[in-house]
């Protein structure tokens, strides 16, 4: 139906940047919300970012400031721009969208994850 398939995780020291990438995939007719979202090791995964198809976005008052989420609904992509990242933000890095397919109205889908370590 649809894969959405996350890229640009890796390692970085504090205070570095990181630019992370979501491209769906299949039969997509149209892409509602999307969102980044995070989990670490023994807690529960949270809103980092999100954003409607028509509206502001908005973040985790732990990003604010620091992160960025956009989209290119032209190329079906979600992007998540972190700077001045702390050790705190070392999570697995989720990209979720909701989104109306041929055979389906719309539904929401997640992508595999993508690790984010933050350590000096």
């Known amino acids: 139906q649809v894969q959405l398939v996350e890229s640009g995780g890796g390692w970085v020291q504090p205070g570095g940047s990181l630019g992370l990438s979501c491209a769906a995939s299949?039969?997509?007719?149209?892409?509602?919300?999307v969102g980044w979202y995070r989990q670490a090791p023994g807690k529960q995964r949270e809103l980092v970012a999100h954003v409607p198809s028509r509206g502001s976005p908005n973040y985790a008052d732990s990003v604010k400031g620091r992160f960025t989420i956009s989209r290119d609904d032209a190329k079906n992509t979600v992007f998540l721009q972190m700077n001045s990242l702390k050790p705190e933000d070392t999570a697995v890095y989720y990209c979720?969208?909701?989104?109306?397919?041929?055979?389906?109205?719309?539904?929401?889908?997640w992508g595999q994850g993508t690790q984010v370590t933050v350590s000096s």
């Open positions: 299949g039969r997509i007719v149209s892409i509602s919300a």
């Open positions: 979720n969208a909701v989104v109306f397919t041929t055979t389906s109205r719309f539904s929401d889908y």
